[in-house]
């Protein structure tokens, strides 16, 4: 289960710095910034003497701004050759290449994982805390998926592919055992953790900068989403469902592996932009009469810069939006990752029209970088002190139950997997 953790409106700023220790922070790869990376920018925000390490990065230049100049100490990874433009194809390594980053000199560990940064190696007397954006869904839930678009549904490459990912669900499961406290960013999250990892969590909605996403009351005639264009976000569906309505305008901001395909089978009422700076992207998003979003998200922070926007969003009902968005307050859902279902959505927001800018806004400030960095803090605070009140003796035991104001309610222990 899932233990709610802090107030929803701090008034103040934290930062890890009461007690004395060295902290190692591990991410999966930085190769761009996008949802991982914002929440990896504010741990290193609460660390900021935090050593930082990653299986590679090849993070560009434009985007490395968060990071304020600290180095990355990268695996065996960052010197193969390809990994750049093919990491994909170095997931066997993976788990390998964490596991040989050295972090015995630190005496807590947080990891952002959300492919195996989770596996780096402790010993009993340092504490590990994770912060899980995901269990690997290509491994797991979404494994069918994958493999049908990546068409291997038969044959070598098929049977390869599977006895890969069945290696990596037999790691990922005991590379778990090496975490003290998994942190979900959403109950979807915590559900997924507790099904495939057998274990208890805290759950800390991810942080979203709404200080850079202004209020708008002004729409205009046109529809938009944002997105990094990769198969599971879909905006291959959104594309053909507004393709089949030329009278409704859309644009589409993002690159990816996808945008040729897109773009190709896209009509003209469709605008492809391609990545575009933050200011274009914002403009965008306040100007827009809604955002449309495809994915099955375990959280979702881009809807919710929209309505930071205060434009409405208009989302597939599944996921960690169920838990972000408010159905006829912040905007509408639909059923299925079909053009169909995706269009009656669309004709039943314009018969309402009845959306409320302010009423958005509000919606999205109870998931702010502050609301973030206090439950954050305060977690790994608590956390410390019981585990330095045990003399650094390694992980909570299921048997012992955690005193109820140490989170603020009462919680459910850790259990092991």
Known sequence: MAVEVGSAHPTKSFMLVSSPRKIAVVHDFLYTYAGAERVLEQILHLCPKADLFSLFDFLPP????FLAGRPVRCSFLQRLPGVRKHHRAYLPLMPLAIE????????????SSYVAAKGALTRPDQLHICYCHSPPRFAWDLQKQYLKEAG???GVRSFLARM??????????RSANNVDVFVANSDRVAQRIRKFYRRDSVRVYPPVDLDGFTMNPRKEDFYLTASRLVSYKRI??????????PRRKLVVIGDGPEFKRIAAAAGSNVKMMGYQAFDVLRDHMQRARAFVFAADEDFGIVPLEAMACGTPVIALGRGGLLETMIPGETGLFFDEQEPQS??????EFERQDH????????????FTVARFRQEFSELVESEWTHFQSRGGQGPRVAQEQPEPARLGRAAKPTKSA
């Open 164 to 173: 890969l990912l069945h290696y990596m669900r037999g790691w990922d499961v």
């Open 342 to 347: 995706l269009l009656a959505a669309v004709d």
């Open 100 to 111: 040989q980053i050295n972090i015995e000199d630190y005496d807590l560990v947080i990891s």
């Open 355 to 366: 959306w409320d800018p302010l009423a958005l806004r509000r919606a999205a400030e109870r």
């Open 62 to 65: 434009a985007q490395r701004g």
């Open 236 to 245: 291959n569906l959104i594309v053909e469902a507004f393709s089949r309505t």
């Open 152 to 154: 291997m549904e038969r």
